[in-house]
């Protein structure tokens, strides 16, 4: 699983990201169902998938308190 950069978040738009965001978030519960029962093959992209939707929470949030400014 490929990260997502900051710098390619900031050229999307915000809907594009909050959609990008739930989709990790159900493949996020989807890894963690996996972790639970044994079958998840890279714990590794939890990992990943946590810092990825952090990152576009981080973005959005810059872009709202710009936008307050």
């Given at each position: 699983m490929k990260s997502t950069h900051a710098a390619?978040?900031?050229g999307r738009e915000n809907g594009e990201i909050k959609r990008q965001?739930?989709?990790?978030?159900?493949?996020?519960?989807?890894?963690?169902?996996?972790?639970?029962t044994g079958h998840l093959e890279n714990s590794a992209q939890i990992?990943?998938?946590?810092?990825?939707?952090a990152r576009m929470k981080t973005v959005l949030h810059?872009?709202?308190?710009?936008?307050k400014s």
């Open positions: 390619e978040l900031r965001i739930s989709e990790n978030i159900s493949r996020l519960t989807a890894l963690n169902f996996q972790k639970v990992r990943t998938l946590k810092r990825d939707i810059e872009r709202e308190t710009e936008t």
